[in-house]
């Protein structure tokens, strides 16, 4: 019913920017009440929340990320991006795509961020 394809990942130096993207093959009357976001799961570690923008059009960041990573969404596109600037070593993961509400949720494939130091 839905589903979520990234793009935009790839292999930064410290210090770069990288805008990722999720576009969601659904229908506009089933993704645009949704919730969607960003996870990242670094090797090793569990699955994190990075980012979310809420159906009300709130956001959440982890505090890791406050004042370098962005989060915004365009709804006639049915896309959420994440602008990430100044990365760091500790953003490297696998960032995947998150929309739900209430229960349902669906997640991309996920798209690889390499930060090197």
Do not use: H
């Amino acid at each position: 019913q839905v589903r979520l394809v990234e793009s935009g990942g790839g292999l930064i130096q410290a210090g770069g920017s990288l805008r990722l993207s999720c576009a969601a093959n659904a229908i506009t009357s089933v993704i645009n009440p949704l919730d969607m976001g960003w996870y990242r799961q670094a090797p090793g570690k569990q699955r994190e929340l990075v980012a979310i923008f809420r159906s009300d059009r709130s956001t959440t960041y982890a505090d890791s990320v406050k004042g370098r990573f962005t989060i915004s969404r365009d709804y006639s596109r049915k896309r959420v991006l994440l602008q990430m600037n100044d990365l760091k070593a500790e953003d490297t993961g696998l960032y995947s795509c998150y929309a739900g509400r209430g229960g349902t949720n669906y997640w991309g494939a996920g798209t690889q961020v390499t930060v090197s130091s």
